[in-house]
């Protein structure tokens, strides 16, 4: 057998990373769809030999702490998975937003080269201004809108030309900080919402990005790649489906526009940022499954923990 490919993730305790690492492991991580394996293999426990970093254990911004990380392991492949990921905190705080996102970035893929590493990192759908009024594909013209859009924009162009980098959007982890979370608790409170219908994008449930990032991980495309689950919506639509599998009646959300957000949040927004995955299924991947299915798997496994 051939030996375990050695894997650095770095952001690993966050939404995202607590999925890869499950994932990596040959361990679904809750939430997960069973049958999703985008290029017809299960994972095998000892196929990867992983080092998972989480903020605590390597500062990406500190690149004394990186090189020396990278030397000591010799990874075959990292997934830069840190990221300054507050949208709105990034207006009033972008040099660290920029030193996270983009310098950052462009040092850990300078040190996947010094090493013979393949370097992976995940991008966003916020490098685009949301003018084109259709889906985005990899090559369409970008057009950041705000501070964290414009970061990782910069660090998408720091790396290498045979890096991998992973467009995705909306992310939704059952163990992760988002909106579903919020609209289950307040269903349970009895608490009405209100979500904006004017901002189209594509939901992205963490478990089936993980597990794209495997195939990602094995076949070590290079370019960019737009990873999202099927199909567009707005989050009012997210809500509103969510709220019916909560046995929420039809008043349960509220659409608004994004002038009615009461106080305006800081950061500007693509009103229409879906992301296609064409380029992906032409690879001969199976495509995520659709939004719907994402939902319905994130709520049965947070009714389970
Ligand atoms: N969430 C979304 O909706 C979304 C949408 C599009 C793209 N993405 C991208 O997807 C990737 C994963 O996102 P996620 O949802 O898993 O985000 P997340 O839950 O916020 O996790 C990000 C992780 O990065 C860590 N981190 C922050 N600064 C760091 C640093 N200087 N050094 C090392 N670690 C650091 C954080 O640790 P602390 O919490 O301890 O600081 C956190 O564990 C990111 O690249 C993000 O930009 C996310």
């Not at 057998?1 to 894997?7: G, P, T």
């Not at 070590?220 to 990873?227: A, D, E």
């Not at 009461?262 to 939004?291: N, T």
């Amino acid at each position: 057998m051939s030996r375990a490919q050695r894997v650095v993730v770095t952001g690993a305790n966050g939404q995202v990373g607590l999925d890869l690492i499950d994932t990596l492991a040959g361990v679904r991580p809750p939430g997960a769809s069973a049958t999703f394996e985008p290029d017809g293999r299960l994972v095998d426990s000892r196929e990867f030999e992983v080092l998972a970093l989480s903020h605590h254990e390597l500062d990406i911004t500190d690149d004394e702490s990186v090189r020396r990380s990278f030397t000591n392991v010799r990874p075959d492949v990292v997934v830069n998975l840190a990221a300054y990921t507050a949208v709105d905190r990034a207006e009033s705080d972008e040099s660290n937003c920029f030193a996270v996102n983009a310098s950052a970035t462009g040092f850990l893929s300078q040190a996947c080269q010094s090493v013979g590493a393949h370097f992976i990192t995940i991008s966003t759908d916020y490098v685009f201004d949301g003018e084109k009024g259709a889906g985005y594909v990899e090559d369409d013209a970008t057009g950041p809108l705000n501070v964290y859009g414009r970061t990782k924009l910069a660090g998408e162009e720091l790396c290498a030309p045979d890096d991998t980098i992973v467009r995705t959007s909306w992310v939704m982890g059952v163990r992760g900080r988002n909106v579903l979370h919020v609209i289950a608790s307040r269903a349970a409170q009895n608490e009405r919402v209100r979500f904006v219908n004017d901002q189209r994008g594509t939901a992205t449930f963490a478990a089936d990005l993980a597990r794209a990032i495997v195939t990602m991980i094995r076949d070590r495309p290079g370019g960019r790649w737009h990873v999202a689950n099927v199909g567009d919506a707005t989050w009012y639509d997210i809500a509103r489906y969510t709220g019916d599998l909560l046995e929420q009646g039809p008043d349960f959300v509220t659409a608004i526009s994004t002038n009615e957000l009461d106080p305006a949040p800081p950061a500007a927004r693509p009103a229409r940022s879906d992301l296609l995955i064409d380029k992906w299924c032409g690879a001969g991947w199976e495509p995520l499954p659709g939004w719907h299915d994402g939902v319905e798997r994130l709520l049965a496994a947070r009714a389970e923990l």
